[in-house]
Each structure stands twice: as C-alpha cells, then as structure tokens.
C-alpha cells in the first residue's frame, strides 16, 4: 500500500524551530517529487515547498523562504522540513504529498505545528 | 500565480439529491502537451485531503462512479450524481497546469 506518514509536529514558542519528517513506503521513493502542503486553521491549502527526486530542485514559497530547509534521504524513503523562525503564521497542519506530473496523487495524515506562547 | 476561484463556498444537499462545484481559473489550464491538469480534492472531517479527480475528468481507482468531472480551458465543474453521507467535507479544485500549483479556496457540501 502506498503511504505517507508525517511526524515531528507539535508545540513551539514564536522563533523556535521545528523539523518535520514523512516516511514514505509502498512505492519508489527515489522516482518522485515531493511536497509540503500545509493548511492553517479553517483555511484552504497551501504548497510550502517541493523537491526533486534527487533532491537537486528545490523550490519554497515566498512565506517561508529563508527559514524553513527541505530535503530528503532516499536510503531511507524520508523526506523533511525543517523550519525555523516560526511565527503565528506558521501554525497549521502540515502534508507531504507525491507528485507526479500536473497533481499530487497521494497525501500523508498530516502532522500539526502550534506556534504560540 | 494562477488564481482558483470555486463556487458554491457552502452547498447544502438532500441525500441522493445532485451536486455542482465550479472552478474557474485566471488562465487557461492547457499545458504544452496538450493534457489540462484539473484536479479535485475530497476532505472528510478531520481527514487529509484525497485525490477524486484528475486531469478534469479522470477517476482515482476506488472513487464511486457517482463523482465525475468536466470542463476545459478555464471553467471547470464537479459534480455528484446522487449525494450519499460519506461526500460531506469540503471539496477542493487545485491547477498544476502553471507554477506554482494553486487551490480553490474550497466548497464545503453538506447534508441539508
């Protein structure tokens, strides 16, 4: 069965920082981009980052350019973010997502990040 | 970026009743390669969001029948034959045509 399961969120003060994890299993890790996704409370959804198969692309949105890192270990069929001066705005609930072209077929549970005092 | 505007915000369905959810795009959606990537997104109450639909009208394996999509160039629509309880969530359109990919800002059906 293909999966993504997301873990490492949780808690964190204003500036702090975080690392989130996706464990990828049931396909070819190694052949897919990937994406983080992330949905703030009540709002829609919103790309944060992607990176290539081989890790050499990497793309982030404006918001999060400059703090938050991906990457990935295709050894280990994991792909990461970690992120870093976290503000209010950043509190969400975060997917890794397989992309193939033109869509993201299949998406993770999701893991949630509360910044916040 | 290219802007998705969907439509209705909020749909209230009689149980086996039909449903319509529009999507329009800022620009059309046709790619070089002559593919138009339109995908729709169901959400279920606190689940991730699932793949339904892709390149318009295209069915993921294990999506019921009743779902199906259509549309070209800028005007997209998803539609629900007979509305059972399980497609209550919030319905979600998201281009990936142009870069960066972009969503609706989604259409939330439920049960009148």
């Known amino acids: 069965e293909v999966q993504l399961v997301e873990s490492g969120g949780g808690l964190v003060q204003p500036g702090g920082s975080l690392r989130l994890s996706c464990a990828a299993s049931g396909f070819t890790f190694s052949s897919f981009w990937m994406y983080w996704v992330r949905q703030a409370p009540e709002k829609g959804l919103a790309w944060v980052s992607r990176i290539d ?29 970690e992120m870093n001066s976290l503000t209010a705005e950043d509190s969400a609930v975060y997917y890794c997502a ?13 893991t949630t990040v509360t910044v916040s005092s | ?24 795009s800022s620009q059309s959606l046709v790619y070089s390669d002559g593919n138009t990537y339109l995908n729709w997104y169901q959400q279920r109450p606190g689940q991730s969001p699932r793949r339904l639909i892709y390149k318009v009208s295209d069915r993921d394996s294990g999506v019921p029948d009743r779902f199906g999509g259509s549309g070209s160039g800028t005007d997209f629509t998803l539609r629900i034959s007979r509305v059972e309880a399980e497609d209550v969530g919030v319905y979600y359109c998201m281009q990936g045509t142009h870069w960066p990919p972009t969503f609706g800002g989604g259409t939330k059906v439920e049960i009148k």
Do not use: E, H
């Open chain 2, 1 to 24: 970026d290219v802007v998705m505007t969907q439509s209705p915000l909020s749909l209230p369905v009689t149980l086996g009743q039909p449903a319509s959810i529009s999507c329009r």
């Open chain 1, 98 to 110: 397989r992309a193939t072209l033109g869509t993201l077929d299949v998406w993770g549970q999701g």
């Open chain 1, 53 to 81: 198969s081989a890790g050499s692309t990497i793309n982030y949105a404006d918001s999060v350019k400059g703090r938050f890192t991906i990457s990935r270990d295709n050894a280990k069929n994991t792909l990461f973010l």
